[in-house]
């Protein structure tokens, strides 16, 4: 039985309040001038070193949902259209061309194949790329910079060598008793910390946070992605901007289709969490992590932390990259 | 300064010694009847706990090239067309469109992009539907299993939670003395113990073996991809095929476009080792890796192993998957 | 209102009355041994100077549907999946990016673009490699002609000098005084005949014969295309493969997903009409041609011949090509 | 032999040249405030009427190279990237899948495919979206209505009707004895009218014009379209913008990837004959036409006009669309 929202939610947001937000948590230039990772560079090599020693159990998770057009970009939603597709695969030789003959000319039996991917469209990181604040992108560069070229700042192949950490599961929908938030359900900063106090475990600096809401599990239940994309959904309060600022994760990510809590806490803006942690924090942010079975292992060991690696494909000038992200533990 | 290629040659391979491997080397069953990884099997948790104690200094080093236009794919060839090209990646929203004030009515400054990608067209692994044996795949399956519709065994969505183990790296160029070996040079199983011994590491089972030729640098250098893709190249003889299913490794992979030397030893087929080595073996093989970096640093601290990680998009059915394979040392 | 599908339908098609018709109705080595093109022979130079008379009033009537996401490929089908999906447009350069300066250095503001497009996506021909009959094709060649390659016999490009002529309308709708025909409804050689004769127009040798069900103005009045892309439909019986032999057409196309009748006339085969039109007689087809307008215009001036013009993109080795069919009247 | 360009070639243009022609030539609401087709208006139902009377001898010519991976695209290119690359076409299901048996469970044996192409990359029309002068596009519109959303005004679709009338070939080449003009020739006003006169054919208000300089030609006897896509090449002179407006043509097109001659008469701009036909006088452009087959036949029979039929594909919102233009004789 899903939970309600928040009978005592916090009066809307305005524009004031995202602009106010906007200065009190820029980290422009805390990385240099000709930064392009931000928040990624809150990892250090003994991090990594430390996350390698929570492999206690030799269990890889796949926190990746399968690409194909069984994806989330086939359900129903009322965002306004943002060309996202669900992954055409697509042969280029088959095993069915070698039993018919024709590929014995070429000495060889072998299958090649192609996608049709836009970056968005299933679990993925959202680059540095990705979102604008007026006309200024990341650390202070004009939003210009990505134009129909790509990106020519903070392209995802700046982090080829980034997503490799200690992840920590904040798992809010089973701290509840619940199976899944309510769509509306806003994630504060209040429970992110009272979610970490009961399940014992530590947000650190560099940490790849991820957040359960079990929306994902909603959908399933429901035999459709009807309303997933762009659709209502629990998600990250604005207020868990500064949280996250204070924290200093390299990363934050959720299983819903746009981390943050929609309907958004003010008309003003879409998406306003957004506005403010790409491209004003430079926090990188990760969609439609499946987050189910990694949930279901850590519930099992009471362990939350293990060692977390998601590497982008280094598509140049790209603002996002597919992912399979893998929690080993 | 390249080294020549072997002038004590071996006797060229006949289609009998072809066949010959195919029944010495036959893994079918050996993981059930029903398995669709083959000797990524090899690789035990406990296997992947004692990677994760290879992560000494905590540094990150990518094996992959940039996905763009400026990949192996445009190099001339000779080999019979197979259709791959380098990656396409298109903008779905910009920056410029942020500045030109067209997104504004969606209450949010945002970019999103889309990738037409080969999954063979840059680095990566190719699957157990890459290669047939005669009517065969991996396992004894029918060819006909790899349509139009893609691969209904052996997919590579099911190897989304391996890819994760002990790496090693036998760099043979350096272990000879050369920048990058010859052409044509056939690397044998005798220069593969050779080199573990120099360099002080073994080769054990479940393990991620990478072997350095030089070959992408020898490109680099000489400012052109041509003759990359399917032309002429150092690369493993085929008398590996029975040292590495005596070492057991998961996966190998070179800084080649197609692993085995070229030309090949035999004219009765194309590419011989990979008749063997993917639909025979169930062995999992990665092509296009970029080893420079990786090979520094192991001769630098002299330690050739490390934690390899490099997880598949889970595109289902697909007969190979683009990778970002990370070594962390 | 629609009209009820006939009641004395006839009994249900078996396999034998295909293979029969197989038979009966081949066509193969009719135009040689290496034709690609089949009944577009019928045309001669002499139709296509008498279709150029029927240019009377200098109105050109565009029969294609727009190329966009609006499309029928959006609708719900019980259809096995084919892998067609909405025509997907990207820009590679844009009026944003000219106007926030980024051009510039090009010397010149230019807009291009992309299309991802299946070729039997919205309104196309289905070339004469699109079915098979057992393992051969049109003109008996063997169905391996076409593999993942594409058409090594009958591509497309063939016809890039044809697909001019005549063109006839026979719109059945209005003749039978409905909006549209029903779901299921068979039209019938006879049907055909008489609404020759009640419109007052003769189908000859070598025409582009189009006919009308009004399925498509049904599927826009129902505001979906649901049911539309391989649901069921009216269309032509089994029984007009041997009328369009009589009459020796150069192609027939309809305002529906695939011409003839659905549910078809027999559990046997899916689609028993496309077994033998196209492998066995050569007979090019059109589908999801937009009727509506040119309906009226012929209504209006009782005139149901004019030029047609239709032209392929001369893809090479394509079973089929998107098209815009003109009336040109 | 290729003629020498001309010794006498007027002095460099300047951008004040390119302003001038702008103010002189501008048809901004020439049709209108919310014209999306420009020149194209001026084929009237009479013209029309009248060029069907020009089909004498019942033969189709296409105009159009085909689409597959032996295009221009391919070319060696200085000119600055526009990320046009060869049509890639694949199958989506093959004869190979039906000899193999795997589509019996479909009932029905069929094929089906895919092309990925770039709008500009082979024979095609370029739409009043794809240049732009200054902040403005055809008719005076802002430029950002062309955003990564596609063209909200003048998209292609808007001339679904439209690429109807009489064409004319003006076949420069041959008029001056060569088989191909040199790269750098300008084609001035002054040889389009003696050419016409030698030619016995008159350049009428409405009429689609093409103009033949045979560089494809060369290319072919080059066996290779090095230099072709952005290249040095023979081309119509900046004057004839005035000669264009004056003859009051619907389109223009050429054997050549751009019209004009290039190198461009001024290094101010590139390509500055675009800068003023597409969004000052809203003159649609044709590119990489192959006329030599069509050239042959009217210098056979000494007739040069002819019906033009060339419609594009209704891509709602794109800049251009790939076209087989036929001329029917």
Redesign the interface.
């Known amino acids: 039985m899903p939970l309600n929202a928040d009978p005592n939610a916090p009066a809307k947001l305005s524009m004031k309040d995202i602009e106010s937000a906007a200065d009190r948590l820029k980290n422009w230039n805390r990385w240099g001038e000709s930064d392009h990772v931000g928040t990624l560079n809150y990892t250090?090599?003994?991090?990594?070193?430390s996350a390698?020693?929570l492999?206690?159990?030799?269990?890889?998770?796949?926190l990746?949902?399968?690409?194909?057009?069984n994806g989330p970009q086939g359900g129903k939603t009322k965002f306004?259209?943002?060309?996202?597709?669900n992954?055409?695969?697509?042969?280029?030789?088959?095993?069915?061309?070698?039993?018919?003959?024709?590929l014995d000319?070429?000495?060889?039996?072998?299958?090649?194949?192609?996608?049709?991917?836009?970056?968005?469209a299933a679990t993925h990181w959202d680059g540095l790329?990705?979102?604008?604040?007026?006309?200024n992108?990341w650390n202070g560069y004009?939003?210009?910079?990505?134009?129909?070229?790509?990106?020519a700042k903070c392209g995802i192949?700046h982090t080829?060598?980034?997503m490799?950490g200690r992840g920590v599961l904040l798992d809010i929908a089973r701290h509840l008793g619940v199976d899944w938030l309510d769509d509306g359900f806003a994630i504060t900063s209040e429970m992110l910390d009272e979610c970490a106090k009961a399940q014992g475990v530590e947000v650190r600096k560099g940490d790849y946070l991820l957040i359960r809401t079990g929306h994902m599990e909603a959908k399933w239940e429901a035999g459709s992605w009807d309303g997933y994309p762009g659709g209502d959904a629990p998600g990250l309060a604005f207020d868990t901007l500064d949280w996250l600022q204070e924290k200093q994760v390299a990363a934050v990510a959720t299983d819903t289709w746009g981390v943050e809590v929609r309907p958004n806490e003010t008309t003003d803006?879409?998406?306003p969490w957004?506005?403010i942690c790409i491209p004003i924090m430079g926090l990188t942010m990760g969609e439609i992590f499946k987050l189910d079975e990694l949930a279901k292992d850590c519930a099992q060991d009471k362990t939350y932390d293990f060692?977390f690696?998601?590497?982008?494909?280094?598509?140049?000038?790209?603002?996002?990259s597919?992912?399979?992200?893998?929690a080993?533990r």
């Open positions: 250090t090599a003994d991090d990594i070193i390698a020693g492999v206690r159990k030799g269990r890889v998770i796949s990746a949902i399968n690409l194909d057009n306004p259209p943002v060309g996202r597709f992954p055409v695969h697509t042969m280029l030789r088959t095993g069915t061309d070698a039993y018919s003959g024709v000319k070429r000495g060889i039996r072998s299958a090649d194949d192609l996608v049709l991917l836009p970056l968005q790329g990705h979102i604008f604040y007026g006309n992108m004009d939003c210009r910079e990505v134009s129909s070229f790509g990106a192949e080829k060598e980034k490799v803006a879409n998406q957004h506005w060692l690696v998601a590497p982008t494909l280094p598509i140049t000038g790209a603002v996002g597919p992912i399979n992200p893998l080993i």
